[in-house]
Protein backbone atom coordinates (compact mmCIF):
# COMPACT_ATOMS: atom_id res chain seq x y z
CA UNK A 1 0.00 0.00 0.00
CA UNK A 2 1.29 3.92 -1.12
CA UNK A 3 2.19 5.54 1.83
CA UNK A 4 1.64 9.30 2.56
CA UNK A 5 4.81 11.42 1.79
CA UNK A 6 4.03 14.73 2.63
CA UNK A 7 4.64 17.23 5.40
CA UNK A 8 1.37 17.03 7.06
CA UNK A 9 1.40 12.62 6.70
CA UNK A 10 1.93 12.13 10.03
CA UNK A 11 -0.95 14.87 10.80
CA UNK A 12 -3.38 13.05 8.67
CA UNK A 13 -2.81 9.65 9.94
CA UNK A 14 -3.01 11.08 13.98
CA UNK A 15 -6.37 12.91 12.55
CA UNK A 16 -7.70 9.31 10.54
CA UNK A 17 -6.65 6.99 13.75
CA UNK A 18 -9.04 9.60 16.04
CA UNK A 19 -11.66 8.61 13.57
CA UNK A 20 -10.81 5.31 12.84
CA UNK A 21 -14.58 3.78 13.88
CA UNK A 22 -16.47 6.30 11.87
CA UNK A 23 -13.51 5.46 9.05
CA UNK A 24 -14.41 2.16 9.49
CA UNK A 25 -18.15 2.26 8.88
CA UNK A 26 -17.81 5.07 5.39
CA UNK A 27 -15.77 2.50 4.17
CA UNK A 28 -18.21 -0.25 4.42
CA UNK A 29 -21.61 1.85 4.11
CA UNK A 30 -22.64 1.56 7.92
CA UNK A 31 -21.51 -2.36 7.94
CA UNK A 32 -18.75 -2.15 10.14
CA UNK A 33 -20.23 -1.23 13.57
CA UNK A 34 -19.10 0.84 16.44
CA UNK A 35 -17.77 -1.15 19.60
CA UNK A 36 -19.95 -0.25 22.20
CA UNK A 37 -17.83 -1.18 24.55
CA UNK A 38 -15.29 1.73 24.43
CA UNK B 1 -1.49 42.20 19.85
CA UNK B 2 -5.57 43.08 19.91
CA UNK B 3 -6.73 42.92 16.48
CA UNK B 4 -3.90 41.40 14.88
CA UNK B 5 -5.91 39.02 12.21
CA UNK B 6 -4.17 35.52 12.56
CA UNK B 7 -3.18 34.24 9.20
CA UNK B 8 -5.48 31.19 8.02
CA UNK B 9 -3.54 27.66 7.15
CA UNK B 10 -4.44 26.53 3.83
CA UNK B 11 -4.04 22.81 2.47
CA UNK B 12 -2.06 22.29 -0.81
CA UNK B 13 -2.66 19.89 -3.21
CA UNK B 14 -0.23 17.19 -1.93
CA UNK B 15 -1.97 17.30 1.11
CA UNK B 16 -4.90 15.96 0.18
CA UNK B 17 -3.40 13.35 -1.94
CA UNK B 18 -2.01 12.17 1.51
CA UNK B 19 -5.36 12.51 2.62
CA UNK B 20 -6.76 9.83 0.37
CA UNK B 21 -3.71 8.00 0.54
CA UNK B 22 -4.30 7.46 4.74
CA UNK B 23 -7.53 7.01 4.96
CA UNK B 24 -7.26 4.15 2.21
CA UNK B 25 -4.33 2.83 4.22
CA UNK B 26 -6.13 3.00 7.61
CA UNK B 27 -8.93 1.59 6.14
CA UNK B 28 -7.24 -1.59 4.79
CA UNK B 29 -9.25 -0.86 1.16
CA UNK B 30 -8.34 -3.22 -0.95
CA UNK B 31 -8.14 -1.52 -4.16
CA UNK B 32 -5.08 0.90 -4.12
CA UNK B 33 -5.07 5.05 -4.47
CA UNK B 34 -6.01 6.35 -7.92
CA UNK B 35 -5.85 10.27 -8.85
CA UNK B 36 -8.86 10.05 -11.38
CA UNK B 37 -8.50 13.70 -12.47
CA UNK B 38 -5.16 16.40 -13.31
CA UNK B 39 -3.88 17.65 -9.79
CA UNK B 40 -4.74 21.15 -11.38
CA UNK B 41 -8.93 20.41 -10.55
CA UNK B 42 -7.66 19.80 -6.44
CA UNK B 43 -5.33 23.32 -6.54
CA UNK B 44 -8.64 24.90 -8.12
CA UNK B 45 -10.75 24.16 -5.42
CA UNK B 46 -8.02 24.82 -2.65
CA UNK B 47 -7.66 28.36 -4.51
CA UNK B 48 -11.76 28.85 -4.77
CA UNK B 49 -12.16 28.09 -1.24
CA UNK B 50 -9.24 30.61 -0.15
CA UNK B 51 -11.58 33.56 -2.31
CA UNK B 52 -14.35 32.68 1.17
CA UNK B 53 -12.18 33.33 3.51
CA UNK B 54 -14.10 36.15 5.27
CA UNK B 55 -17.01 33.87 5.74
CA UNK B 56 -15.01 31.94 8.55
CA UNK B 57 -13.70 28.75 9.25
CA UNK B 58 -16.42 26.79 10.13
CA UNK B 59 -18.08 28.17 6.45
CA UNK B 60 -14.72 26.92 4.61
CA UNK B 61 -14.46 23.55 6.24
CA UNK B 62 -18.33 22.83 4.98
CA UNK B 63 -17.19 24.55 1.35
CA UNK B 64 -14.18 21.99 1.18
CA UNK B 65 -15.99 18.99 2.54
CA UNK B 66 -18.68 19.66 -0.44
CA UNK B 67 -16.48 20.62 -2.99
CA UNK B 68 -14.18 17.88 -2.85
CA UNK B 69 -17.07 14.97 -2.53
CA UNK B 70 -18.62 16.65 -5.74
CA UNK B 71 -15.34 16.81 -7.66
CA UNK B 72 -14.61 13.09 -6.84
CA UNK B 73 -10.96 13.27 -7.98
CA UNK B 74 -10.50 10.18 -6.34
CA UNK B 75 -11.06 6.25 -7.46
CA UNK B 76 -12.29 5.54 -3.53
CA UNK B 77 -12.87 6.93 -0.27
CA UNK B 78 -13.38 10.65 -1.64
CA UNK B 79 -15.83 11.34 1.46
CA UNK B 80 -13.35 10.11 4.53
CA UNK B 81 -10.91 12.21 2.37
CA UNK B 82 -12.82 15.08 2.11
CA UNK B 83 -13.77 14.78 5.85
CA UNK B 84 -10.22 14.14 6.95
CA UNK B 85 -8.96 17.16 5.13
CA UNK B 86 -11.69 19.67 6.83
CA UNK B 87 -10.69 18.13 9.99
CA UNK B 88 -7.41 18.92 9.21
CA UNK B 89 -7.85 22.65 8.32
CA UNK B 90 -9.86 23.04 11.19
CA UNK B 91 -7.15 21.43 13.60
CA UNK B 92 -4.06 23.42 11.52
CA UNK B 93 -6.00 26.69 12.26
CA UNK B 94 -6.51 26.23 15.81
CA UNK B 95 -9.24 24.58 16.12
CA UNK B 96 -11.14 20.50 17.44
CA UNK B 97 -13.78 18.74 15.27
CA UNK B 98 -15.12 15.78 17.92
CA UNK B 99 -17.65 13.28 17.05
CA UNK B 100 -19.99 12.61 19.89
CA UNK B 101 -22.29 9.81 18.18
CA UNK B 102 -20.51 8.04 15.56
CA UNK B 103 -23.66 6.73 13.72
CA UNK B 104 -25.14 10.05 13.10
CA UNK B 105 -21.92 11.26 11.94
CA UNK B 106 -21.86 8.39 9.33
CA UNK B 107 -25.35 9.06 8.23
CA UNK B 108 -24.27 13.02 7.71
CA UNK B 109 -20.87 12.65 5.99
CA UNK B 110 -22.61 9.42 3.66
CA UNK B 111 -25.17 12.23 2.69
CA UNK B 112 -23.10 15.11 1.81
CA UNK B 113 -24.71 15.66 -1.42
CA UNK B 114 -27.50 16.40 -0.04
CA UNK B 115 -27.26 18.87 2.47
CA UNK B 116 -26.00 22.77 1.52
CA UNK B 117 -23.00 24.34 2.60
CA UNK B 118 -24.64 26.12 5.29
CA UNK B 119 -25.91 22.75 6.58
CA UNK B 120 -22.43 21.30 6.85
CA UNK B 121 -21.56 24.48 8.71
CA UNK B 122 -24.04 24.03 10.86
CA UNK B 123 -23.54 20.58 11.76
CA UNK B 124 -19.69 21.72 12.11
CA UNK B 125 -20.46 23.94 14.62
CA UNK B 126 -22.92 22.47 16.61
CA UNK B 127 -24.18 19.07 14.98
CA UNK B 128 -26.75 18.12 13.05
CA UNK B 129 -29.10 17.99 15.49
CA UNK B 130 -29.97 17.77 19.20
CA UNK B 131 -28.86 14.29 19.12
CA UNK B 132 -25.79 14.77 17.45
CA UNK B 133 -23.10 16.36 19.40
CA UNK B 134 -20.32 16.86 17.24
CA UNK B 135 -18.91 20.66 17.14
CA UNK B 136 -15.92 22.86 17.46
CA UNK B 137 -14.27 23.83 20.33
Do not use: C
Amino acid sequence: MEKAKGPNAELLRELALEDQELMAMLATNGKSKPDKSQ
Amino acid sequence: MAGELKRVWYPVMEDIIDANITVLDIGGDKHPHRLLLRPEAIQTVIDRMIKVETKGLAYQAAWLMKELVKLHAFDGANHRTAYLVAKMFLRRNGKRLRIARLEDAYLFISRLETKTVEQVQDWIEHGESERSQRRVT
